[in-house]
Nanobody, 114 residues
Framework: QVQLVESGGGLVQPGGSLRLSCAAS????????MGWYRQAPGKQRELVAT???????NYADSVKGRFTISRDNAKNTVYLQMNNLKPEDTAVYYC????????WGQGTQVTVSS
């Protein structure tokens, strides 16, 4: 049974930082592309960042230079380091296991506000 447990969300002031974690179980973690997506109120879910099994990364233009995705295959965990956070980064952030599983975590709320 696949399970993704996200953590690290919260309330932060503009310019602050957060690190999200997503611990996976029930899968051979190292072979999958892992990703972070987000959904703001009234908007569609959008890609934030992905990292392939080989370490290739892909970022949304809106987060390039501010967010960094990484993974620790020994811990079956993917991370999202978010720096210089902006109010427009406020959203529920979801961890994703890529194709063919395409499995989602439950989401963690990130709120950027003064």
């Amino acid at each position: 049974q696949v399970q993704l447990v996200e953590s690290g969300g919260g309330l932060v002031q503009p310019g602050g930082s957060l690190r999200l974690s997503c611990a996976a179980s029930g899968i051979i973690f190292s072979i999958y592309t892992m990703g972070w997506y987000r959904q703001a109120p009234g908007k569609q879910r959008e890609l934030v960042a992905t990292m392939s099994s080989g370490g290739t990364t892909n970022y949304a233009d809106s987060v390039k230079g501010r967010f960094t995705i990484s993974r620790d295959n020994a811990k079956n965990t993917v991370y999202l380091q978010m720096n210089n956070l902006k109010p427009e980064d406020t959203a529920v952030y979801y961890c994703n296991v890529g194709a063919p599983l395409n499995y989602w975590g439950q989401g963690t709320q990130v709120t950027v506000s003064s």
